[in-house]
């Protein structure tokens, strides 16, 4: 089970991004086959991110067990977060702004920079749209991904692996309940059709960089470099896709996670040793009478 770990800044209903404020939240779907997976990308949004985060997973099992979830798994389900996903705004209080990625992402860039530009626009922009994420064109063409998982094909594909979620729009309020995310089609909740198109907002796809299918320009390489690489069909952790695209910047990033939990282990221990040697043990003294 992964731990729950804190720390963006908060983001006001306005779309101002308030320094000081409580932590911006990010909802990562964790799934029990890919925890490595889970624990790398929270990392890399650490690392990276110039504002306070709260990095939370989203663990299907805890959601049944806390009452908030009882859909039965489908066979077109390739994830343990595959609904969970829509819970986001329920588990942050329908407050404010969260984010929701899959765990199979790796960020290369600040997270804090998606949220500006996504709640940038018009007057009225931050508040209008209900969902803010990249509008995909993508068809894949593998039958199977990840471990052997059907892949599944249908309109918006990918859309929802990576939303940012205005908690608190009416909308959201009243369609992202637990009894809808446990009953609803998975064509109504992929697809966002409890909104308006223009509710649904879009940033550029360098955010959700899908590996195997969006390219880096050669003539625009700053515009078309990822900024969040998403091995949708699988990443490193899996041997079928050790060798894929980007995989040494996931490997690097897995590498470093790895030396920093080393460390706090050592520490730990080091700790615990110091601890030990100050334990004195009574002294018993004998009196002869």
Partial sequence: MPPTHSHLAGAGDDGAIIVGAEPFRVFVGYDSREDIAYRVCRHSLLRRSSVPLEVIPVVQQELRDAGLYWRERGPTESTEFSFTRFLTPHLAGYRGWALFVDCDFLFVADVAELLRLALAGADDGPRRRAVTCVHHDYTPTEATKMDGAV????????????????????????????EAVSTRSGA???????????????????WNFLVGHNRVDPDDV?????????????????????DCEFADLWVKERDAY???????????????????AMQVAPVVVSVDT
């Fill in 188 to 206: 109504y909740l992929h697809r966002f059709m409890w909104l308006d198109g223009d509710e649904v907002g879009e940033v550029p796809f360098v």
């Fill in 222 to 242: 700053a515009g078309t470099m990822p900024r969040a690489i998403h091995y949708t069909s699988g990443g490193p952790w899996f041997e079928r896709y050790r």
């Fill in 151 to 178: 892949q599944t094909a249908y309109p918006r594909k990918n859309w929802s692996s990576m939303v940012l979620f205005n908690c608190g729009h009416a909308k959201n309020v009243a369609a992202l309940t637990p």
């Fill in 258 to 276: 790895e030396a920093e939990e080393e460390k706090e282990k050592v520490v730990d221990g080091e700790k615990n040793g110091v601890k030990a």
